[in-house]
């Protein structure tokens, strides 16, 4: 099946068929490797991209579901001044992630800043659990995303 569909800014198509899964053809299609398939279940978040404007687990998704969307993934965000942003707060914070999940958490804490500008507590664990990670202390994720959100206001002001 011949699907068409917006990718990191540029019009794309793919023939592959309809029930693969989004996660398999944006790494094995379009070599977007930033993404993981981890669980394919829908439990891990590892595999996550913007689906017309929206967080959503890309190995849940069938395919033919993304004819004429938009998709964004952590490739096309990392050339975003948000992502300078999210970057630049984990790094004061000294947030070392693995390269395993990197890609994908500073993805999902881009995109759910652009919803809670000032995370409140209950915000910040919605941002802080839509990745599975048991090797970061949340305590050091939640100051490095409350500085990204600070560099954020700072450069929108
Ligand atoms: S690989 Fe998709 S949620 Fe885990
Ligand atoms: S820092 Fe990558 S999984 Fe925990």
Do not use: W
């Not at 033919?64 to 990392?78: A, C, D, K, V």
């Amino acid at each position: 099946m011949l699907i068409e569909f917006t990718l990191n800014s540029e019009n794309v198509s793919v023939d592959v068929p309809a029930y693969f899964r989004l996660s398999d053809v944006l790494r094995d299609e379009f070599g977007l490797h930033g993404l993981r398939n981890a669980c394919r279940k829908g439990y891990c978040g590892l595999c996550s991209v913007v689906l017309d404007g929206k967080l959503v687990y890309s190995c849940l998704i069938p395919v033919f579901q993304i004819r004429g969307r938009e998709i964004m993934t952590i490739e096309g965000y990392s050339k975003t001044d948000d992502f300078e942003d999210v970057y630049k707060g984990f790094k004061k914070e000294g947030v070392h992630l693995c390269d395993y999940c990197a890609p994908t958490r500073t993805l999902t804490t881009g995109i759910l800043l652009d919803r809670y500008a000032r995370p409140d507590e209950h915000q910040l664990m919605e941002i802080l659990t839509t990745v599975t990670c048991s090797c970061t202390p949340y305590e050091t994720l939640k100051k490095g995303i409350l500085s990204a959100a600070r560099f954020r206001q700072r450069r929108l002001q």
